[in-house]
T-cell receptor, first 110, second 117 residues
């Protein structure tokens, strides 16, 4: 079983839409959950991380963790064409290793 | 902010030859660096953890004799793909932890696209 699973999409939305990206993870002991954004042929860059359960908001982005269902989400409000990228969820293990989901390719259409 | 520089950004090599990829932390020291591989439409897969001054730790299924890692200084780790074959063609990315707080997220290089022909 993979540490984290993510729907690869692709996902296309019109500009201004609310985007919901989701992942599930396997080990209830995981505590750190991260979202990375990756543009084509570039390395990933950290968007947000959350610790344990709950929500975290940063501008138009909200990260949510539901530990009871082992479900993590990223919401993007008022999506912009510049948000078009691949979004990867990741979990940080106790050994400080990052394991990534497959990534969801998002396209925001002007 | 912290920068990780990776070189080359893309390389084409003949089957059977070796290719070296460099990963440098430009404005911080990194005792640990990580090497990932990403196939098209797949996730980044951790290959190995590079430790300055000691042997790298490889993930299960990764051939240590094929993917040689050297971390000779606090700012440089290298990955050498030895006797490369077409199935080694992939996107290789390194990362490092600039803050010492892993939960702050690792900084990634821009990646190296390797094509073996």
């Amino acid at each position: 079983q993979k540490e984290v699973e993510q729907d690869p999409g692709p996902l296309s939305v019109p500009e201004g839409a609310i985007v919901s990206l989701n992942c599930t993870y396997s080990n209830s002991a995981f505590q750190y959950f991260m979202w990375y954004r990756q543009y084509s042929r570039k390395g990933p860059e950290l968007l947000m991380y959350t610790y344990s359960s709950g929500n975290k908001e940063d501008g138009r982005f909200t990260a949510q963790v539901d530990k009871s269902s082992k479900y993590i989400s990223l919401f993007i409000r008022d999506s912009q064409p510049s948000d078009s990228a691949t979004y990867l969820c990741a979990i940080l293990t106790g050994a400080n290793n990052l394991f990534f989901g497959t990534g969801t390719r998002l396209t925001v259409i002007p | 902010g912290a920068v990780v520089s990776q070189h080359p950004s893309w390389v084409i090599c003949k089957s059977g030859t070796s290719v070296k990829i460099e990963c440098r932390s430009l404005d911080f020291q990194a005792t640990t660096m990580f090497w990932y591989r990403q196939f098209p439409k797949q996730s980044l897969m951790l290959m190995a953890t590079s430790n300055e001054g000691s042997k790298a730790t490889y993930e299960q299924g990764v051939e240590k004799d094929k993917f040689l890692i050297n971390h000779a200084s606090l700012t440089l780790s290298t990955l050498t793909v030895t006797s490369a074959h077409p199935e080694d063609s992939s996107f290789y990315i390194c990362s490092a932890d600039p803050s010492g707080q892993a939960e702050d997220g690792y900084t990634f290089g821009s990646g190296t696209r390797l094509t073996v022909v």
